[in-house]
């Protein structure tokens, strides 16, 4: 398993301004990845966080509105850019510890735009 | 594209009642896990099952992988108010090698 930690825990942002998320692992962990869960609804995969190269992102999210840094094996950062009400959603950090796929989360960053 | 479906999508039951959980897919998984998330925190894995067929307990939860590793169902007997939460599938594709969740369910257990 992995301890994760993420900061901030919860923001409230205006329209149009940059949120920067942090995830700190306590090990090295070689996959890391970003998720987004929008009110009452499931998680949806953002993006893998590669150490050392661009991100590789999922449809429908893009590097220019979703920045992700990955600059060592156990901190990440995502930015959320020029945000919109449609934005406000919990943010999920998780890394991948094994083989089989099992996978750890921190406990999320709660993002409201107004 | 939603790859995973689960069934329900609202459970309200007493405490001491049984129930199901199903998730389904037309994909076949490498591995599928089982999460509860609780409000406020992230998800936490409860199970991770990888053998067609396989069945595994833990307490009074029973997970099982479906033959062809395209579906899992969990059991929950005796609920508890404790049992509370979202229940989400997750399932590692062979071809994409991504955990991807889901619909959810979520789970109140009366006192």
């Known amino acids: 398993s992995a301890v994760i930690s993420q900061k901030p825990s919860r923001d409230i942002c205006q329209r149009g301004t940059s949120l920067t998320i942090q995830c700190q692992v306590d090990s090295q962990v070689t996959m890391m990845f970003w998720y987004r869960q929008q009110p009452g609804q499931s998680l949806t995969l953002i993006a893998t966080?590669?150490?050392?190269?661009?991100?590789?992102?999922e449809s429908g999210f893009v590097i220019d509105k979703f920045p992700i840094s990955r600059p060592n094996l156990t901190f990440s950062t995502l930015t959320v850019s020029n945000m919109s009400p449609e934005d406000s959603s919990i943010y999920l950090c998780?890394?991948?510890?094994?083989?089989?796929?099992?996978?750890?989360f921190g406990p999320g960053t709660r993002l409201t735009v107004l | 594209t939603q790859l995973l479906e689960q069934s329900p999508q609202f459970l309200s039951i007493q405490e001491g009642e049984n129930l199901t959980v199903y998730c389904n897919s037309s994909?076949?998984?490498?591995?599928l896990q089982w999460y509860r998330q609780e409000p406020g925190e992230g998800p936490v894995l409860l199970v991770t099952?990888?053998?067609?067929?396989e069945v595994k307990k833990l307490k009074r939860l029973t997970f099982q992988f479906g033959d062809a590793r395209k579906d899992s169902s969990l059991h929950i007997t005796a609920a508890q108010p404790g049992d509370t939460g979202l229940y989400l599938c997750a399932g590692v594709t062979y071809n994409t090698d991504k955990l991807i969740f889901g619909t959810g369910t979520r789970l109140q257990v009366f006192p």
């Open positions: 994909s076949v998984f490498s591995s």
């Open positions: 998780s890394v991948r510890t094994s083989g089989n796929g099992e996978q750890f």
């Open positions: 099952v990888v053998t067609g067929g």
């Open positions: 966080a590669n150490q050392g190269s661009e991100a590789t992102y």
